[in-house]
């Protein structure tokens, strides 16, 4: 029988971004004013499980390896907001991580994986097969010096299992907490969401499913900048709208049981680590 404790959950700053497409978001809540990174830690009893990995130590080092979307998106690369510096700042090292669950390949999301040589690569099977396929219009969110190390991928696929009404993987079932990939596809073609079951409830860590935690609120609320933006930095868009709709749906049914959050909302990290919202007037 699988043993199955409350892990404790970090949220972690592993990154920050001021695009000059920040004014798209500015056009839906004002107080936007820049992007996170953000990474999950998760201390399971079978060992550390980090979800996504921000830039990397590779990446500071060489910024010129991000190509030029590192200038769309305005990267302030500090060694000292790396999952691996993050992960040593709460007392571990980064050698002890098994597992890392990916949202999605992207420089921002992919940035790190060489922090972490020794860890298993948990990516949606469609992901890696289009990162693999080396399209040339993927050619600026793909950067090939971020698997250069050789990654020890995982493959995985839905199982058709229900969780809220979402397909899911079980994942990692011997490290002793429920883990279940869920698929979003739509920002990139197999892009998906971690779901982790804490010690308060569900967290769904939703990658770039959305941007802003208005898109997720009843009404959403995402104004014309913001749409524009995602039509320009995704795969499929109507396939993002749909599933951001039913994460709409999921937090309206089900917010009491399950805590939602995407890699790039300043104001959902802060809710979430329990700090002051940095955004909030003074
Ligand atoms: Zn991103």
Known sequence: MRVVSAPMIHHLDCGTMCPHAGVALRLVDR?????????TLIEAPGGLVLID???GTGDVADPRRLGPARHLLG??????QTAAARVRALGHD??????????HLDLDHAGGLGDFPGAQVHVHGTELATMRAGRRSDALRYRTAHWAHGPRWVEHAADGEAWFGFERARLLEDVGVEIAMIPLFGHSAGHAGYAVEGPDGWILHAGDAYLHHGEIETPARA???LRAYHRINCEDAGLRRMNAGRLADLVAAHGDQVTVHCSHDAVELARDVR??????PA
């Open 31 to 39: 107080s936007t004013r820049h992007l996170v990174a953000r990474c």
């Open 53 to 55: 990995t921000g830039y």
């Open 75 to 80: 990267a302030r690369l500090d060694p000292a």
């Open 275 to 280: 700090t002051p919202d940095p955004t909030a």
């Open 94 to 103: 980064p050698a002890d991580v098994r597992h890392v669950l990916v949202t």
């Open 223 to 225: 104004g014309r900048g």
